[in-house]
């Protein structure tokens, strides 16, 4: 199973998400209607969340985003993860990201992500988080809005390593390139 993940990951990351960075901009940007989020926002909020899960729950290490540099390399305010993220808020980041650094977080959270997915202990997927570190990370690390802090520590808390690795790596970046699937048609643009 993990060498399916593993194969399922690269794809991710070598061919569908390559491939929506290299739109037009425009396209990336837009939001077709109120309340839909755009490309843009998609890709980084997928990247977010992976970035954040894999380092902090599967590999236990410093979150790339963080190492990098990657939110003043994309220019945003943001570090948290997007989710409940206000409409406002996503209108901005939606036209302000750089889209170059979008491009350079992609490669640095797919080339972290893939590292421990390599170095993956088996044996330590059915491990939970103690409470502490749950806390440490979502609250310490502020990876969400303080709206949502307890609900994404409850919602975390009760995940093994093996659910991290199946929900983040697939099941979350395919719900988000199904809405990308979504607002391209929205926007009346055929995906690459």
Request: glycine residues 8%; negative net charge.
């Amino acid at each position: 199973m993990i060498e399916f993940i593993k194969i399922r990951h690269q794809m991710l990351h070598g061919d569908a998400l390559p491939k929506l960075l290299a739109m037009p901009e425009s396209t990336l940007r837009s939001r077709p209607q109120a309340g839909v989020n755009s490309i843009a926002w998609n890709v980084w909020h997928l990247l977010r969340i992976e970035d954040i899960t894999l380092s902090r729950f599967v590999g236990n290490v410093p979150q790339s985003h963080t190492t990098g540099n990657w939110q003043a390399k994309m220019g945003i305010a943001y570090g948290h993860m997007g989710t409940a993220m206000p409409d406002a808020d996503v209108d901005v980041l939606s036209k302000t990201i750089d889209i170059a650094g979008l491009q350079g977080y992609q490669n640095a959270v797919a080339a972290q992500s893939t590292q421990i997915l390599a170095n993956l202990d088996t044996s330590r997927l059915q491990h939970q988080w103690d409470a502490a570190h749950m806390r440490a990370v979502v609250a310490g690390e502020a990876v969400c809005i303080p709206a949502i802090t307890e609900g994404v520590i409850s919602y975390w808390g009760a995940l093994n390593v093996g659910r991290f690795v199946v929900d983040y790596t697939q099941v979350h970046p395919q719900n988000h390139i199904g809405e990308i699937g979504v607002i391209a048609g929205l926007l009346g643009v055929k995906l690459p």
